[in-house]
């Protein structure tokens, strides 16, 4: 079973960035596709993006794709959600999710992950 701590959130302004960690524990993360999640208050939790094994596929929701690069360095255990160009309707929990039953695809529903992390939030000021 593997372990994952997000870090990273925060209060900024619109329009300002903010990089999100996920470190993992108990497992090597190269084992797993990884993926993050947000849940905004009174919303579900939707994905936000998601990474292969290797990191050769990448998939990102419609409404961040541009703006919001997922990576990951397994020798690090370690994946990141580069945020850029932040706007107030991005200001949710950002959670961190792990699946090692997906081999090559990259999961973009909740029940693809069977892991996940506590949860960072992120709220952002207009």
């Known amino acids: 079973q593997v372990h994952l701590v997000e870090s990273g959130g925060g209060l900024v302004q619109a329009g300002d960035s903010l990089r999100l960690s996920c470190a993992a524990s108990g497992r090597t993360v190269s084992n797993y596709v990884m993926g993050w999640f947000r849940q905004a208050p009174g919303k579900a939790r939707e994905f936000v993006a998601g990474?292969?094994?290797?990191?050769?596929?990448?998939r990102g929701a419609d409404s961040v794709k541009d703006r919001f690069p997922i990576s990951r360095d397994n020798a690090k255990n370690t994946v990141y959600l580069q945020m850029n160009s932040l706007k107030p309707e991005d200001t949710a929990v950002y959670y961190c999710?792990?699946?090692?039953?997906?081999?090559?695809?990259?999961?973009?529903?909740?029940?693809?992950?069977?892991?996940w992390g506590q949860g960072t939030q992120v709220t952002v000021s207009s």
């Open positions: 999710a792990a699946d090692a039953r997906l081999i090559f695809r990259v999961g973009v529903r909740r029940e693809d992950y069977e892991y």
């Open positions: 990474i292969s094994r290797n990191g050769g596929s990448i």
